[in-house]
């Protein structure tokens, strides 16, 4: 691999690039679709087809749906450490969760007293990646905020493993988080599964979290019929890092974020040549595998960092003592990570924060997984006192927009 650094245009340009690419291709879409209608059609047995296609030959219709009770005993063989561990995680990210919880608005003014009342999303169908082995990290990072904002049911989704077997790790965070059951399934046949419903399955009010680009298309096709979350692509990582920053430890954040897989990119923004001539040479000599791994020279942090705003990046990591000191003027993240020592892995983890996070630059309006994700919120109006005032300018308004009736109404509450 040769690593070059380039200057700030060709970071804006690859931030270009990248923007401008079409998310989905028509190849993707035509088969997106084709399953989609294939699953509102047929139900289990067509995402059964998709099964033995893509995971699991041998896989029967009762292998689809693992309930609580098998996850339970799955979950027994999970080594006694990774259990631990996974406890660890899952009290980190609930205590963080936990003071998110919305709270109901009120305000009384002149003749209207009003309320903004949130109300848990009753059922809710969480995405589940699978590599070599399944990802119990997404399903805690999925299923604490659900629980927290008091979903009654909450359904995981994840691929089949080749064996068949119920992957303990994931059994054992789904019995974590209070999981119904595992629909074991990926990509869009696993989506339609929950937007639609099947004999096995009852249909979702939303569905959240990552997957691949069939798992992505899907969310995108099924939003006009059942809630997303923001859809989620390849992993994104820029490096903000002054002189003083760990070269090593750059470099083994910059070769994390290519463990993300096909697409993901990460990026190094410095004013330091040497900082990032020694990293080059590092990145070099380890052969990297990453799939976009690029280092650039600013003239400054600062610019480093507004340079970081505009790619509006899922992970933004601030190296050094230089650079954290400008924490506060970095924007357009999905998650921020202060300082050398604040790995960005600590976060897809046990940090507490939510690894599940806006990507492509949609972080410029979007924000990571959250409990009021998996929240409604519904209005309530109670007339109070004279209304006298009120309906006059109401009716006013209603006239000059040739609603008669909705003025008629106001005046006669009058």
Same mark, same amino acid.
């Not at 339970?72 to 660890?88: H, N």
């Given at each position: ?106 305000? #009384? =003014?002149?003749?209207? +007293?009003? !309320?903004?009342?949130?109300?848990? /999303? *009753? @059922? $809710?169908?969480?995405? %589940?990646?699978? &590599? ?55 990509? #869009? =046949?696993?989506?339609? +599964?929950? !937007?639609?419903?099947?004999?096995? /399955? *009852? @249909? $979702?009010?939303?569905? %959240?979290?990552? &997957? ?60 330091? +040549? ?141």
């Amino acid at each position: 691999m040769s690593v070059r650094v380039l200057g700030l245009g060709g970071f804006r340009r690859e931030v270009e690039r990248r923007r401008n690419a079409r998310t989905f291709d028509d190849a993707l879409l035509r088969s997106v679709r084709a399953t989609l209608d294939d699953v509102r059609r047929r139900g289990d047995a067509a995402v059964l087809a998709n099964v033995r296609r893509f995971d699991r030959r041998a896989a029967r219709a009762g292998d689809l749906w693992v309930d609580r009770s098998a996850l339970r005993r799955a979950a027994r063989s999970c080594p006694r450490e990774l259990r631990a561990a996974l406890d660890d995680a899952h009290a980190a990210i609930a205590a963080f969760h936990r003071r998110q919880r919305p709270r109901p608005i009120s305000h #009384a =003014a002149r003749a209207f +007293a009003e !309320a903004l009342v949130p109300e848990a /999303l *009753a @059922r $809710v169908g969480g995405c %589940v990646p699978r &590599g070599t082995v399944g990802y119990p990290s997404t399903a805690l990072m999925i299923g604490v905020p659900a629980r927290i904002a008091g979903v009654a049911d909450l359904v995981l989704v994840s691929p089949m493993p080749r064996d068949g077997a119920v992957d303990p790790a994931l059994a054992y965070a789904a019995t974590l988080v209070g999981a119904s059951g595992i629909y074991r399934a990926g990509g #869009a =046949a696993a989506v339609a +599964a929950l !937007a639609y419903g099947t004999k096995t /399955l *009852a @249909r $979702v009010a939303k569905i %959240v979290g990552p &997957g691949n680009a069939y798992t992505t298309a899907a969310k995108w096709l099924v939003s006009a019929d059942v809630g997303i979350d923001t859809l989620q692509g390849p992993s994104e990582l820029v490096v903000v890092a002054s002189r003083d920053a760990d070269p090593t430890a750059i470099v083994l954040d910059l070769e994390a974020q290519a463990e993300h897989g096909a697409g993901a990119w990460a990026a190094l923004l410095s004013d330091d +040549a040497a900082l990032l001539r020694t990293v080059a040479v590092v990145l070099q000599r380890a052969g990297s595998g990453a799939t976009t791994i690029a280092l650039y020279r600013t003239r400054s942090l600062a610019e480093a960092v507004e340079a970081a705003a505009f790619a509006a990046p899922e992970h933004l990591q601030l190296a050094g003592r230089a650079a954290a000191r400008l924490a506060t003027r970095a924007r357009n993240a999905g998650a921020v990570f202060v300082g050398a020592r604040t790995a960005v892995a600590f976060g897809d983890y046990v940090a507490g924060s939510n690894h599940v996070l806006p990507t492509g630059g949609a972080a410029r309006w979007a924000s990571p997984l959250r409990v009021d994700d998996f929240v409604r919120w519904t209005t309530r109006v109670r007339a109070r006192g004279d209304l006298g005032p009120a309906a006059r300018a109401g009716a006013a308004v209603a006239r000059y927009e040739g609603m008669r009736y909705h003025a008629a109404s106001m005046e006669l509450r009058g």
